[in-house]
């Protein structure tokens, strides 16, 4: 048999399904099993066995900022410089053992997906029901399922009875749905294809007769563990690294190869001129970059940690900064995920004690499994004082799927007898002959006029139960459920999950802070748009999963610009709207905890999940919540563009330094007859010169940096290493000018000024740019003040102390020491006045680029 996978099942009717899968209601025969299994193969998940260690530890050094590094260190190494080799090398194994480690970890998500599965199913083979293992399954078998099955593969209802299956798995349906034999259209959306069964979900109550039609890796809960299984793509902070080695390279590149020409041009060395243009070159890294981020996000994933999110992947606070977009369902997030009696009305749709009486009877009488709508009656009987009925409870007619009602009968002390019936509106009134409290007969007017007040409160999102009242007659019998009938209708009960207390204030603070709200969930456009209005969303333009199938990639991009509620969503459509979103420049978060949302949380930007989810969505996810509350989100933005703006400062401060002494290196290069800094004098400036920049993982952040969201701008950071380095360029030109000419330098004087003139910038400029204020006027954090001010006072006292002759330092005259300082001043001046300008220009090319 040639292997047949059907893509849109659910559209043929079974007998066409039993046609083409060769197949009877019977079951197939033993041999044909026997030959299909060969064919199909296990019905099992795709076995992903994923990369080897090793091959995992390799992939960590794509990376372009990585591979400088290594470079870095083997240019050292050729220079005999074993110390900074070392510490480069130490940075670099830190760095890339903690990518290797989480991407290790990483293969959870799709072995928790397979605990969901059932281990054995009964199956009917040669017209005989017999127990099998799951895994044996074939297309074209027929299973029998009864509640409490799991169902084993994707297919379809042959014949079935008050079958219920819970398939949130998949939809998030918080609710069992009802399945019978039939076929959907074939656009239906999978909350929509109410004949068809798929693979991981559950049957809650009912029987029913399977024809499997797909199995493993081809059904949909195998299609989300294979997608599940595949990389995902590089998020907003890993694409701004990448964006960031890339540059460095080309400007080290181009570097290289103008310090190479020259150098042979004045027939220099070529072996000489080499090593020396790609150490000039590599001298661009900001080689602390790695142990930067890993100590701001450390620092970071403990503060957040006390606010209670727990982070799995560092990286990911900075993506919380960067976000500008966050998606959420609404239950437990928006709402309080706990339905809630919003009003008992009469027939006529007013408050009524009578009503809210009656369905606490109701409520507090039956005896079956426990229900929210029955604690959300209690709960509000009592918090109105209901006072209480001394009737005794003589029966009951529990509540099933097939009637959706349930009855308890009451006894007063006088005799007489009432039953209480409560149950879905429609059920209800189709029992009823009579409505209000003088029992009125229920023309079609009046069940009109019911009608019409339930369809409209089902639109604004109500849940509407109807409650119905009779004279128990002496000798009727609650072991039939015929006595349902001859009702009198007495009101509605009206459900709703009610909206979190200040959910409106945390959202509007998140609009404030640039972050944008988008609701995606699997429940019904019109539940959908009541939450929505609830939360202040009411002018919110809706998509809808049927219409999202009409839908090219290009048309969706476009349409979520503009859409910020989405409904009856499956879990690829979920996906597709991060990914919109990600196609138009957006960082993207994404709030969820079930199994549906692993796909959309592993595609996002930022995967937040509560401690509450299940598992597959917790391995999924970067970001842990202790408590399901956008609260804590608002305070982990915070933090995560806190930590992003101390990271750039390092980045912005050593880039535009080394950029400037890398040009500054090579015009000296030309006409400098010596060195101009000594390999042992070079290495401890760039060790003093870090010190500080360790600091700034704690330093304070002015408000307008976490005001909005930040992300890695590489056309920014190469404007920034320019104009600043080339300023930086330009006074170390003037400190060789003054120490040459004026001063007359030897080489040990000429090293010792220069040594001083650009340590001591590099240390001052960092308190100037990392602020778009003016350097007075933003205040940093007291350690990176203390630890500048004791470095600067090193640079200064060193070449007076015993430890010069180690570094061959020489005394430098007062007046010649001066003027470094006095120098060292004006370079800071300089570059607060070019820094006013740049942010100008900044400001005005973003102004155009949003125009």
């Avoid at 048999?1 to 066409?16: E, G, R, T, V």
């Avoid at 990448?242 to 150098?263: A, E, F, I, N, S």
């Avoid at 990286?315 to 339905?339: F, P, Y």
Wanted: aromatic share 6%; proline share 4%.
């Amino acid at each position: 048999m040639q292997k047949l996978w059907i893509d849109q099942f659910w559209c043929l009717s079974p007998a066409d399904l039993l046609s083409q899968l060769q197949s009877r209601e019977t079951g197939l025969q033993a041999s044909q099993v026997t030959q299909r299994q060969t064919t199909y193969g296990l019905n099992t998940l795709t076995q992903h066995s994923g990369p080897s260690a090793l091959r995992l530890l390799l992939s960590q050094f794509k990376s372009p900022l990585v591979l400088i590094l290594v470079a870095a260190c083997v240019i050292s190494l050729m220079a005999t410089e074993w110390v900074d080799a070392l510490v480069v090398l130490a940075i670099v194994l830190i760095s890339t053992l903690m990518g290797f480690v989480q991407e290790y970890v990483a293969h959870a998500a799709m072995q928790r997906l397979r605990a969901h599965l059932s281990l054995e199913a009964r199956v009917l083979r040669d017209g005989v029901a017999q127990t099998c293992a799951v895994t044996a399954l074939v297309p074209g078998d027929v299973v029998l399922l009864s509640a409490g099955s799991l169902v084993p593969a994707d297919g379809v209802v042959l014949a079935g009875k008050d079958c219920f299956v819970n398939q949130s798995v998949l939809t998030g349906e918080s609710v069992p749905v009802e399945k019978s034999s039939g076929q959907s259209a074939a656009e239906a959306t999978l909350t929509q294809r109410e004949h068809a069964l798929f693979m991981g979900s559950s049957v809650s109550s009912g029987t029913a007769r399977m024809l499997v039609v797909n199995t493993g890796s081809h059904t949909q809960l195998g299609q989300l563990a294979d997608r599940l299984s595949r990389q995902p793509p590089p998020t907003a902070f890993e694409q701004g690294i990448q964006r960031l080695g890339y540059l460095l390279t080309r400007v080290m590149l181009v570097m290289v190869v103008l310090v190479l020409g020259l150098h042979l041009i004045l027939q220099r060395p070529p072996i000489d001129s080499l090593l020396f243009a790609l150490a000039l070159s590599v001298g661009l890294t900001p080689e602390l970059l790695p142990a930067i981020v890993s100590i701001t996000l450390s620092h970071g994933a403990k503060r957040m940690a006390a606010m209670g999110v727990i982070v799995r992947r560092l990286n990911a606070i900075e993506n919380l900064g960067s976000m500008d977009v966050l998606c959420t369902d609404k239950t437990g997030t928006l709402t309080q995920g706990v339905l809630q009696l919003d009003g008992a009305l009469d027939a006529w749709g007013q408050p009524s004690q009578t009503v809210l009486q009656l369905a606490a009877l109701n409520a507090q009488g039956q005896t079956g499994l426990s229900s929210p709508l029955d604690e959300a009656i209690l709960t509000l009987a009592q918090a109105q004082s209901i006072p209480p009925d001394h009737r005794h409870k003589i029966d009951e007619i529990p509540y099933d799927f097939q009637r959706k009602c349930l009855s308890v009968i009451f006894e007063s002390d006088e005799g007489q007898a009432q039953m209480i019936t409560k149950g879905a509106l429609r059920q209800v009134l189709a029992r009823c002959t009579h409505w209000g409290e003088t029992a009125q007969p229920l023309d079609e007017a009046a069940r009109r006029a019911l009608e019409t007040r339930f369809n409209a409160w089902s639109e604004q999102g109500y849940r509407v139960l109807g409650v119905a009242t009779r004279t128990w007659p002496q000798t009727a019998s609650a072991d039939t459920t015929w006595e349902e009938q001859s009702l009198c209708f007495a009101g509605f009960l009206l459900f709703l999950d009610p909206v979190k207390p200040g959910v409106q204030a945390t959202l509007s603070a998140l609009a404030q802070r640039g972050v944008a709200l988008k609701i995606i969930t699997g429940d019904n456009p019109q539940v959908a748009r009541h939450v929505a209005a609830q939360v202040g969303l009411e002018q919110a333009a809706m998509l809808t999963g049927p219409d999202m199938q009409r839908m090219g990639d290009r048309a969706l991009m476009l349409a979520v610009r503009r859409v910020s509620l989405f409904a009856d969503v499956d879990p690829g459509q979920k996906e597709r709207i991060l990914l919109a979103l990600q196609r138009g420049r957006h960082v993207v978060g994404y709030l969820g905890d079930g199994i549906n949302d692993a796909l959309a949380l592993r595609t996002a930007d930022v995967g937040i999940s509560v401690d509450t989810a299940v598992d597959v969505a917790k391995d999924a996810a970067d970001l842990v919540l202790l408590r399901k509350d956008l609260d804590v989100l608002l305070d982990g933005i915070t933090e995560g563009r806190t930590t992003f703006a101390n990271t750039l400062k390092y980045l912005l401060t050593v880039i535009s330094a080394n950029f400037g002494n890398m040009v500054s290196m090579a015009l000296a290069s030309v006409f400098l007859p010596f060195l101009p800094l000594l390999a042992t004098q070079i290495l401890l400036n760039n060790l003093l010169a870090d010190l500080p920049a360790m600091a700034i993982a704690r330093d304070r952040v002015d408000p307008e940096w976490i005001a909005g969201p930040r992300q890695w701008d590489t056309d920014f950071i190469r404007e920034y290493m320019i104009s600043f380095g080339l300023v930086s360029s330009v006074f170390d030109l003037l400190t060789f000018g003054m120490l040459l000419w004026i001063f007359q330098a030897a080489p040990p004087e000429f090293r010792t000024g220069w040594f001083v003139e650009s340590l001591l910038t590099e240390l001052l400029v960092a308190l100037v740019v990392r602020t778009r204020r003016r350097f007075y006027r933003s205040r940093p954090a007291a350690s990176l003040v203390l630890i500048t001010a004791l470095v600067a006072l090193v640079a200064v006292v060193l070449p007076y102390s015993p430890l010069a002759d180690w570094f061959e330092f020489v005394p430098l005259p007062m007046h010649l020491m001066l003027s470094l300082v006095g120098l060292s001043v004006a370079y800071v001046l300089t570059v607060e006045v070019c820094k006013r300008g740049f942010y100008r220009r900044q400001d005005k090319r973003r102004v155009t680029a949003h125009a």
